[in-house]
Structures are given as C-alpha cells and as structure tokens.
C-alpha cells in the first residue's frame, strides 16, 4: 500500500501565504518525480508544479515567479510555498507522484485525496 497525505490548505485572503506538504508513505522503493496539480469549480484539473528525483522544477505560467515547489527525499515529502495569492487560485490542490514499490519493474502513479485551498476576503 503506498499513501500520499496533503495538508496545509485553507481559507486565506487575497495577497496571502501557504504551505502545503504532502508526504508518501508505505511500501516505497523509491520516488520519482513529484508534484501538485489542482481543480477548480467546474473545470479540469491542472498542472501547478513538479519537482524531479533530482531537483528539476517546472511551473505552470500562472504560478512561476509566485510559487515554489521543493521535496525532501529523505522524509519523502513534497512541499509548494504558495504565494500571492489570488481568488482565483481558490481550488482544491492534488499531490502526485511516481513511486516505485518494492520488488516491482516499474513506477506507478499516485494521487493525494486533496487539499482546498480558498482565496476571498
């Protein structure tokens, strides 16, 4: 079984910070690229940042220069230090990674449950 946790979502106003964490745990034989998508109302779920095994980020252009997205391999944690933010930042904010079980081949895919993240005044 392997698990992905998020936490530190919530309600915050316009201008304003957060930290979300998300961290694996389980059967984990090793971790691959990371990273945290989201969903708002009515629309489809994006991509926000990710972060590879090794340290590489990409951003989505909405987010670069505001937000940074960094890991912790040794507590196999991702984290995105969310800034500036916007009302319509307002979704709930998914973690993913690729995670390599014991004694399997191949990584697969996983998905946190979500984190809402709501932006207003």
């Known amino acids: 079984q392997v698990q992905l946790v998020e936490s530190g979502g919530g309600l915050v106003q316009p201008g304003g910070s957060l930290r979300l964490s998300c961290a694996a745990s389980?059967?984990?034989?090793?971790?691959?690229?990371m990273g945290w998508y989201r969903q708002a109302p009515g629309k489809q779920r994006e991509l926000v940042a990710t972060?590879?095994?090794?340290?590489?980020?990409n951003y989505a252009d909405s987010v670069k220069g505001r937000w940074t997205i960094s890991r912790d391999n040794a507590k196999n944690t991702v984290y995105l230090q969310i800034n500036s933010l916007k009302p319509e930042d307002t979704a709930v904010y998914y973690c993913?990674?690729?995670?390599?079980?014991?004694?399997?081949?191949?990584?697969?895919?996983?998905w946190g449950q979500g984190t809402q993240v709501t932006v207003s005044s």
């Open positions: 389980g059967s984990i034989g090793s971790i691959g690229a």
């Open positions: 993913n990674a690729r995670i390599r079980r014991p004694f399997e081949g191949r990584s697969r895919e996983y």
């Open positions: 972060v590879t095994d090794g340290g590489t980020t």
